[in-house]
């Protein structure tokens, strides 16, 4: 059975900073893209940050570069999240994703996995 489960989330003051961590178990945590989103209300679902099966390959929205970091220990199912010099518009649930795609002769497997998500709200 796969669980996704992120924590670390809270209220923060502007310019302050967060750590956000995500543990799954029942994959094969290494071969999976593991990605942050969040949705602020009534804004739609937004990708954050993503980093691939090794670490070496991360991407940020335009929003969030420079501020934010995305990391992952393989040896401890676990990817996080640093954010420093948060804004008020960084408020939002956090949700931490696990996505895997491959293509095999004959045939394809994808599966996507999905935590309940963490609050963060910045403000003074």
């Known amino acids: 059975q796969v669980h996704v489960e992120e924590s670390g989330g809270g209220l923060v003051r502007p310019g302050g900073s967060l750590t956000l961590s995500c543990e799954a178990s029942?994959?094969?945590?290494?071969?999976?893209?593991m990605k942050w989103y969040r949705q602020a209300p009534e804004k739609e679902r937004e990708l954050v940050a993503s980093?691939?099966?090794?670490?070496?390959?991360?991407n940020y929205a335009d929003s969030v570069k420079g501020r934010f970091t995305i990391s992952r220990d393989n040896a401890k199912n676990t990817v996080y999240l640093r954010m420093d010099s948060l804004r008020p518009e960084d408020t939002a649930v956090y949700y931490c994703?696990?996505?895997?795609?491959?293509?095999?002769?004959?045939?394809?497997?994808?599966?996507?996995?999905w935590g309940q998500g963490t609050q963060v709200t910045v403000s003074s």
């Open positions: 994703n696990a996505y895997y795609y491959a293509v095999y002769d004959g045939g394809e497997k994808e599966s996507d996995y």
């Open positions: 980093i691939s099966g090794t670490g070496r390959s991360t």
């Open positions: 029942g994959i094969t945590f290494s071969t999976y893209l």
